[in-house]
């Protein structure tokens, strides 16, 4: 499955997006997806099962270790510099398979926890807008 190399994010083409500070439970980098755990703590998604899949955001800032302090992004347009491949413009993407990637819907396997994290704007802008519902594909 070809995932969505993600590096530096920056507010999209608009200031509508919602940032929250919350508490790492394992290094981050920029652009994952991340879900709370019981700890009250983020951790890297994946859609394996369904509370590893529960995303709550993307990290903004990255977080060095567990105990560490990060920006999440919940919504709105966030530029994103993709590495191959680029986002589809109208192209829905999910939590990936692995612990904290992102692919589009057609990539998500038969079985896996679909999270819908946004819509590919353009390229290199992601709408994010999630629907964390713990459904199977």
Same mark, same amino acid.
């Given at each position: 499955?070809?995932?969505?190399?993600?590096?530096?994010?920056?507010?999209?083409?608009?200031?509508?997006?919602?940032?929250?500070?919350?508490?790492?439970?394992?290094?981050?980098?920029?652009?994952?997806?991340?879900?709370? $755990? +019981?700890?009250?703590?983020? *951790?890297?998604?994946?859609? #394996?099962?369904? @509370?590893? /899949?529960?995303?709550? &955001?993307?990290?903004?800032?990255? $977080? +060095?270790?567990?105990?560490? *302090?990060?920006?999440?992004? #919940?919504?709105? @347009?966030? /530029?994103?510099?993709? &590495?191959?491949?680029?986002?589809?413009?109208?192209?829905?993407?999910?939590?990936?398979?692995?612990?904290?990637?992102?692919?589009?819907?057609?990539?998500?396997?038969?079985?896996?926890?679909?999270?819908?994290?946004?819509?590919?704007?353009?390229?290199?802008?992601?709408?994010?807008?999630?629907?964390?519902?713990?459904?199977?594909?």
């Amino acid at each position: 499955m070809a995932e969505i190399g993600l590096d530096t994010p920056t507010l999209g083409e608009s200031t509508s997006v919602t940032l929250t500070i919350v508490q790492a439970g394992a290094a981050l980098t920029v652009c994952q997806p991340v879900y709370i $755990a +019981a700890d009250l703590k983020y *951790y890297p998604c994946r859609n #394996t099962t369904v @509370p590893l /899949a529960l995303a709550a &955001g993307l990290a903004f800032t990255a $977080a +060095a270790a567990d105990e560490d *302090y990060f920006v999440m992004v #919940t919504s709105g @347009p966030v /530029a994103i510099t993709v &590495g191959a491949p680029n986002m589809v413009k109208g192209l829905v993407y999910c939590v990936g398979n692995t612990a904290g990637s992102i692919e589009s819907y057609t990539e998500v396997d038969a079985a896996e926890i679909v999270t819908v994290l946004g819509t590919a704007l353009s390229t290199l802008v992601l709408d994010i807008s999630i629907q964390a519902t713990g459904a199977v594909k």
